[in-house]
């Protein structure tokens, strides 16, 4: 096992009726902001739930969030900060609503200049103060809930980059699977697909002699494969709802990740396929990993085996054979939720991987578990999903 440290103060509140203890996590003299996307809380009563139990609160709201969201939607939320003085910020939607409430959160204690600097300088300029955020998920898939990730687009750019801290966690998370009930099937899809590909950019790297973080990756896979298609069959199947809301979280709450290497290059090439194309985030995952996977098979080798045979039950064949029944597995899985795992598919053809690789070539780092994806290999990941 590698070395490691942990700690996470996200207090998760889990359950049905569980939206009403809002008011218990927030400071009684706060004044906050909640923020919220496109009206999906509006519809489906979550909206209402909020208001009524934040009754006795000063709170002031900021709406319309994309899906995917915007820098320059989240700098007008900044301006709402600063003219009302607010102190606490409540995410109340999906992973996008979220995502935009830590940039907000980090941009608005932020005076060197642009806070894009987050994004643009990962890891290099770092957040060191964030105003609290509380969260109210309605959307099992990122696990933004549990973790101080966040990825922003900035539109007039074409650029979808992602950024962490840990002052960007939230301070408590409200996971209510009943939300499950109103989500259009295609976000279930997703929610399906992202929080598997979590597990596998965490899991399926090189062995450390990792047994624990190992049974753990593979446990949140099985739930996913064994919950998911009930809950797309019927998503008012709480126990299944519940339980495919608890794996998203916990595919990247940071219990996977100790001790172990992480590969992370999936997401980061399908990042520019949403920023070029605005495919769904989930959808860029089943595009890409079978061309990780295959690409990268003999990094990977040990790992790709050991999850065919535990998770797909594949013990036949060489090596290479069984990598690739184990690939053709996956795409099946992916397939059978409901996301097409090609790029044609999407209408997405060779000039658009120039463009990627383009970028990547400018940006001058390498991806992967190893740091040995380079745009050689970017591109030939690319191709092997033409
Ligand atoms: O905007 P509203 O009207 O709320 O509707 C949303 C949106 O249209 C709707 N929705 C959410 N909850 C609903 C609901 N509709 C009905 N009933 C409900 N209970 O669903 C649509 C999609 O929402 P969105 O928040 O965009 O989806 P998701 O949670 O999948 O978030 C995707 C974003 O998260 C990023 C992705 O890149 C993408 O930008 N990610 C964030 C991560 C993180 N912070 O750790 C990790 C992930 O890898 C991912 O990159
Ligand atoms: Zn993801």
Not at 258 to 283: K, M, Y
């Amino acid at each position: 096992m590698l070395n490691f440290e942990y700690q996470n103060k996200v207090k998760a509140i889990f359950g049905k009726d569980t939206i009403s203890k809002v008011a218990d996590e927030i400071p009684n003299d706060a004044k906050v902001l909640m923020l919220y996307g496109g009206g999906s809380i509006k519809n489906n009563g979550v909206y209402e739930q909020v208001k009524t139990a934040l009754k006795d609160f000063e709170l002031i709201e900021f709406g319309g969030i994309e899906a995917n969201p915007h820098y320059e939607t989240c700098m007008k939320a900044v301006e709402v900060i600063k003219e009302n003085n607010i102190d606490f910020l409540l995410s109340v939607g999906g992973g996008s609503v979220l995502d935009a409430t830590k940039f907000i959160a980090a941009a608005a204690l932020y005076n060197d200049g642009d806070p894009w600097i987050f994004l643009e300088k990962r890891g290099i300029i770092n957040v060191e103060k964030a105003m609290p955020i509380g969260a109210v998920m309605t959307l099992p898939a990122t696990g933004s809930e549990m973790n101080g990730n966040s990825v922003i687009t900035r539109v007039s750019i074409q650029e979808k980059r992602a950024f962490g801290s840990d002052f960007l966690r939230p301070q408590f998370a409200i996971l209510d699977p009943e939300c499950v009930y109103t989500l259009p099937k295609r976000q279930i899809e997703n929610g399906i697909v992202d929080a598997f590909v979590h597990v596998m950019e965490q899991y399926l790297t090189y062995p450390v002699n990792s047994p624990l973080q190992d049974r753990f990756a593979e446990g949140v896979l099985r739930t996913l494969i064994e919950e998911g298609p009930k809950v797309l069959k019927n998503k008012t199947d709480y126990e299944a709802a519940a339980n495919f809301m608890w794996s998203a979280t916990v595919a990247l709450n940071g219990w996977i990740s100790p001790g172990v290497p992480q590969d992370w290059s999936t997401h980061l090439i399908g990042h520019e396929l949403t920023a070029f194309h605005g495919i769904d985030h989930a959808r860029t995952l089943a595009i890409v990993l079978p061309g990780t996977m295959s690409i990268k098979r003999d990094n990977k080798k040990e790992k790709i085996i050991q999850y065919g045979e535990r998770i797909w039950g594949i013990t036949a064949g060489t090596e290479n054979e069984k990598i690739n029944q184990t690939i053709e597995k996956t795409i099946e899985f992916f397939e059978s939720v409901g996301l097409k795992t090609r790029l044609p598919d999407y209408n997405v053809g060779e000039d658009t991987i120039e463009k990627i690789v383009d970028r990547f070539e400018k940006r001058n780092f390498k991806l992967g578990e190893k740091a040995d994806i380079d745009t050689t290999q970017i591109r030939l990941i690319l191709e092997d999903r033409l």
